[in-house]
């Protein structure tokens, strides 16, 4: 599966071991999702809870986001059509790698680390995608198309 190997590619990026897999941590039930968000469209979530010394994930992406993911494997070629969907999932397995690797160093994390490691995750693989795709070609267009036009959104 797709996820499954989105994890490989981070963990070998950054020299990484978490003895967990993102998909026994998959939903695609928008049910499952707290009631604030269920309505709210969003296609990536993770949901994580605390107490004591206990903590528990779940990573939600939405069931129509990984079927275009199927039809168009972005780990393959990556592209306009694609990249899209696939920085979706990435950010929430990097959400889901940067919680569980923390937490196996009994480390915290914030949201704006989580946030911030996603978007740093999306460029260092995207460029190692399209590299590894075209390596006569370096992707210019990836720092301002992440980092300059990006938008938050305000919920």
Avoid at 27 to 33: K, M, Q, W
Avoid at 78 to 87: I, S
Wanted: glycine letters at 6%; proline letters at 5%.
């Amino acid at each position: 599966m797709l996820l499954r190997r989105i994890q490989d590619l981070l963990a070998g990026i950054y020299d990484l071991r978490v003895d967990c897999d993102v998909r026994d941590f998959l939903t695609c039930d928008r049910a499952l999702l707290p009631r604030e968000l269920q309505d709210s469209g969003t296609d990536e979530q993770l949901l994580v809870a605390a107490h004591d010394d206990e903590l528990a994930m779940s990573l939600f992406l939405d069931p129509a986001l990984l079927e275009r993911l199927d039809a168009t494997d972005p780990l393959a070629a990556l592209h306009g059509q694609n990249v899209g969907d696939f920085w979706t999932a990435l950010e929430g397995v990097s959400h889901f790698l940067c919680v569980a690797w923390n937490a196996g160093h009994d480390r915290g994390v914030s949201l704006l680390d989580l946030e911030m490691q996603a978007e740093i995750d999306k460029y260092v693989t995207s460029c190692w995608l399209l590299r590894g795709q075209a390596p006569e070609r370096f992707p210019v267009e990836l720092h301002p198309l992440l980092f300059r036009s990006a938008q938050v959104d305000p919920g």
